[in-house]
């Protein structure tokens, strides 16, 4: 395997693992609201426009078929799905390694599987980010809006956290 530095940081740091995905493994949505679904990437490559590549699809239930959406290959595609319309917009910016997606007017049928897949030559592998959307038909009450908020951005660790210490009694 070869190391190379990873562009855009300092002190040069190793890359020995390709490609690497961040997003958030769930997001809440009021039903009827716009919601971005970040997908930000980072290689071990300079990315080159004419040879990236990347797409989302949504998966209404765990055996279900999953539908291509949006795919950028030399330039953002809207497969323009029936399911949404003309409400998916590409909002990202792939110089920046951000590959986001806005869901206008959030319906309950838009809950489910969101996957943002990436491709950066010459990575070998496929970046792959899974992101459930749940949709709410009501504002939650403000201190389960913050628990939700806090459960969100803290999920790794909580879990983490009550890992520990269901191993420790």
Known sequence: ???KAIHNLSP???CASGMEIAVPAVIYALNGSDIRLPCNFNSCYK???KQFS??????SCENCTEETFIQ???KIINQRLERFQNR???TGNPIKNDLAVTIHDVQLEDEGEYHCYVLN???RHKGTGR?????LTEVPPERDSKLLQFWSEHQSEVFWLWSFFALSF
């Open 1 to 3: 395997m070869t190391y």
């Open 72 to 74: 950028y290959d030399k």
């Open 12 to 14: 040069p740091y190793i």
């Open 131 to 135: 992101i459930r959307l749940e949709v």
């Open 121 to 123: 030559p010459p990575d």
């Open 47 to 49: 990315m080159d426009i």
């Open 54 to 59: 990347m797409n989302w699809t949504y998966r």
């Open 88 to 90: 998916v917009e590409f």
